[in-house]
């Protein structure tokens, strides 16, 4: 009931598109920083995404995030985007906030982007905790200014959470994947 009662309010209060979804894809499954390229036949579409990379385990409010960049094409035919679908997924400990604030640390200049975010009912299964997702609509230059970036970090609620070099390198191919005409 209380899930119900904090959606409906967020709907009323808040300016970005909340939905409510049951599960992350199980994360046994997936094979952190790998592109995936697959075709939708119903919309003749091609998607391109990178398989979640986890930036951040247990810090402050947040039990855990991930990252998961994608874009897609029309058709078969590889067409650059003008923007990337930039997805942070969380699982958090506490109520999520309504008013959640969140900006991209590029080597140090401060980049806000606009989102959809949606709440995601038992992220893990097994415990009774709660997850979001947020998409972040990211123009095609930004990506470019991350894949050449020394330092990148999300600030949320407050807590800034670095990429790895590990994840840096993984967005960096991802990226390259973005320019490529070969997908």
Known sequence: MKLISFVLMSVLFSPAKICVTTELEPRETQKPGQIETTYDDKQDRTIVRLTPLQISGENAQYHSVY???SFTYPGRQFKKPDTVDFEVQTVVKTKLKIDLYVVFVVDGEKIF???GRRAVKH????QRW???SLVFRMPYDTLMKIRKAKAVAIKMDGVEFPFSE????NIRTFASSVNSSEN
Do not use: C, R, W, Y
């Not at 992220?123 to 097994?126: M, N, T």
């Not at 590990?166 to 390198?169: A, E, S």
């Open 123 to 126: 992220p893990v299964p097994g």
């Open 130 to 132: 709660i997850g979001e």
């Open 166 to 169: 590990l994840v840096l390198d």
């Open 113 to 115: 982007l606009s989102s």
């Open 67 to 69: 990252i998961a960049p």
